[in-house]
């Protein structure tokens, strides 16, 4: 059975054709700059990559070029794309109506959209993918992967804004979290690694990419996560500020005489890593930048360290202790010198790292805590593409079954 896995940004698309009998990435790709001048697409498939210059209109164009290029009998990968069984498409805002994926009909697609003023970025693109693919693969299920969904067993303690609560109930403002099917997998995969039930573990997750979120999985469910009622909220991330007193935007907006919209565009595109160290919002710009003694970049690497550090420390609280401490995505994969300092001083919790499998953690199945360490500590790899397919799939024999 193979799945395309769509996910549609407001320039751009990345997509997947994953064989789900081997678990196998077939074809992956990336188009960028929709509308603009030159867009930019590229493929990976069958060993060969591809990439070429040309104007893609807008999402139908692209989409179109992508199914072509699958089934191109030079670079793809299908004969015909009635070898496609299903879509998965990520959908980043589900809000409160879906607690976990979804075969998308007509009533879905209305959901998606009254949620789209909270996913201004987001869900649209996320409903223009939805609507094309629907129509060019008409006879097949397409299925919505929520990033919120996995966030939807927080209790309303850890959801509820201390604001009035008439904003709750009039316009849905609450934390709703993210990057949930990231979160899902890699506790889920940590505790297969340890030979443990996810139902007896609390397990904190560190999701370190461009976006930075933080979750507290308590034996399997999301009781708390770090990213609220949009993608703003939490740790500082590439260029996100995370966690700021609300009342500096007010003063910004006073000071350098700019609008509110201004404002979140600079605490959303020139804020957290990029904004202090003034380098790059790429932590291997930043680290370089560190070791030649640039200050500024020192001292970014060391916030985002504190703060997820800080964010540990609280979830430990909330959870009544910690058993298992991951690390996933970008940064939490390959940056073994954030995780040492963010592990730095949790020996007090039962946090101790081994430096060198720290340094190497494919070569001790991703756990990089020390022989003696009470919390276990991993690396584990998020496959994006592979779990919103093995969602789809769930989500098809759920329907089937009932
Ligand atoms: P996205 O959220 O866009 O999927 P990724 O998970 O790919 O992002 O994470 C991107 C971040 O990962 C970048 O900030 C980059 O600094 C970091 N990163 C990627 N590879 C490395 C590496 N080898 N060492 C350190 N950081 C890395």
Redesign the pocket.
């Known amino acids: 059975m193979k799945i395309l896995v769509i996910n549609c940004g407001s320039s751009s698309i990345k997509y997947s054709l994953l064989d789900m009998e081997r678990e196998e990435t077939l074809a992956q790709g990336l188009i960028e700059k929709i509308g603009e001048e030159y867009s930019i697409f590229r493929q990976k498939a069958s060993g060969r990559e591809i990439e070429k210059i040309t104007r893609i209109e807008n999402h139908e164009h692209g989409l179109r070029l992508i199914l072509d290029s699958l089934k191109n009998p030079s670079i793809g990968v299908i004969r015909d794309q009635s070898e496609i069984s299903a879509v998965g498409h990520r959908v980043v805002h589900g809000g409160s109506d879906f607690v976990g994926s979804t075969i998308i009909d007509d009533e879905v697609i209305e959901t998606i959209r009254k949620y789209s003023p909270l996913a201004p970025l987001h869900n649209p693109p996320n409903l223009a993918g939805i609507t094309v693919l629907r129509s060019l693969l008409p006879r097949i299920p397409h299925v919505a992967v929520f990033d919120t969904a996995f966030h939807q067993t927080m209790p309303e303690v850890a959801y509820l804004y201390p604001i009035p609560y008439e904003y709750y109930e009039k316009y849905g403002i609450r934390r709703y979290g993210f990057h949930g099917t990231s979160h899902r997998y890699v506790s889920q995969r940590a505790a297969e690694i340890l030979g443990r039930s996810p139902k007896e573990l609390r397990i904190i997750t560190c ?6 979120s933080i979750t507290a999985v308590d034996r399997g469910r999301s009781v708390d996560t770090s990213m609220g009622f949009t993608p703003l909220e939490g740790v500082p991330m ?1 260029t996100r500020s995370g966690d700021i007193d609300p009342s500096i935007v007010q003063f910004i907006a006073e000071v350098e005489n700019l609008t509110l919209k201004e404002v979140y565009e600079i605490l959303n595109k020139r804020s957290g ?1 990029l904004g202090v160290s003034g380098v ?8 370089k930048a560190a070791d030649s003694g640039d200050h500024r970049a020192e001292i970014a690497l060391e916030i985002l360290a504190y703060r997820v550090k800080k964010y540990i420390g609280a979830y430990a609280a909330v959870m009544g202790g910690v058993d298992v401490v991951v690390f ?11 995780r040492s300092k963010i592990c730095e001083g949790l020996e007090f919790l039962g946090i101790t790292l081994d430096e060198d499998r720290n340094r190497d953690p494919a070569k001790w199945n991703g756990v990089i805590s020390a022989e003696g360490s009470r919390v276990k500590v991993l690396v584990v790899p ?1 496959r ?1 593409d592979l779990i919103i397919a093995k969602e789809t799939l769930e989500a098809i024999e759920r329907a089937g079954a009932s």
Request: one cysteine or more; hydrophobic letters at 30%.
């Open positions: 999701h370190l990419g461009n976006g930075c590439g890593l790059s919002n790429d932590v291997r710009e930043i680290k996933t995505a970008g940064i939490g994969e390959n940056a073994h010198y954030v998020t994006e």
